[in-house]
């Protein structure tokens, strides 16, 4: 009977213990910053380069303790003249101007782990909308580059992002 019960907790003991293990090595995998190297979009079942985002850059950074921070910047948007006087924009100028700032794509997040699914659950944007909200990508390590997929299609697209770990 006591060698029945020593089995049996040395069973459960383990299970614990190795699915804990591999969160923490999950984990660990994602702890560090990680730059963009591509989105891919979907379509006639094979992966290719988005053109739509071509030139965007960006970075995502991971604590390893459930906190995490993304940054996506178009084309462009380093050449951004931010010293200019907005007074002095013509409403052309100011709903080009609107429209860079706003693809300027920023986000703080609680990070949760399970299997091959992250879930980030954005507490500050700079699109107040996504407050809140629970964003939630399928995750795969290639040697040192990272692919999150989206649960939902971006648009009409489904798409993925590449990042190489820095």
């Known amino acids: 009977m006591k060698k029945s019960i020593f089995t049996f907790l040395s069973l459960f003991l383990l299970a614990i213990y190795s699915c804990g293990t591999k969160?923490?090595?999950?984990?660990?995998k994602f702890q560090g910053m990680w730059k963009l190297d591509k989105f891919e979009s979907f379509d006639s079942g094979i992966w290719t380069a988005d053109t739509t985002r071509s030139g965007y850059t960006g970075f995502i950074i991971y604590d390893g303790k459930g906190h995490m921070s993304v940054?996506?910047?178009p084309k462009?948007?380093?050449?951004?003249n931010s010293n200019v006087?907005?007074?002095s924009?013509?409403?052309?100028?100011?709903?080009?101007?609107t429209k860079l700032y706003s693809s300027n794509y920023v986000y703080f997040a609680d990070y949760i782990l399970s299997d091959s699914t992250i879930e980030h659950k954005i507490l500050s944007a700079t699109d107040p909308a996504n407050c809140g909200q629970t964003l939630?990508?399928?995750?795969?390590f290639k040697g040192d580059t990272?692919?999150?997929?989206?649960?939902?299609?971006?648009?009409?697209?489904?798409?993925r992002l590449k990042w190489t770990k820095i």
């Open 23 to 28: 969160k923490q090595q999950n984990n660990d």
């Open 71 to 73: 940054q996506l910047i």
């Open 76 to 80: 462009g948007y380093n050449d951004l």
């Open 85 to 87: 006087e907005i007074d």
């Open 89 to 97: 924009l013509n409403q052309e100028d100011l709903k080009s101007l």
């Open 136 to 140: 939630t990508r399928n995750f795969e």
């Open 146 to 159: 990272l692919i999150l997929t989206p649960h939902v299609n971006v648009g009409d697209r489904k798409l």
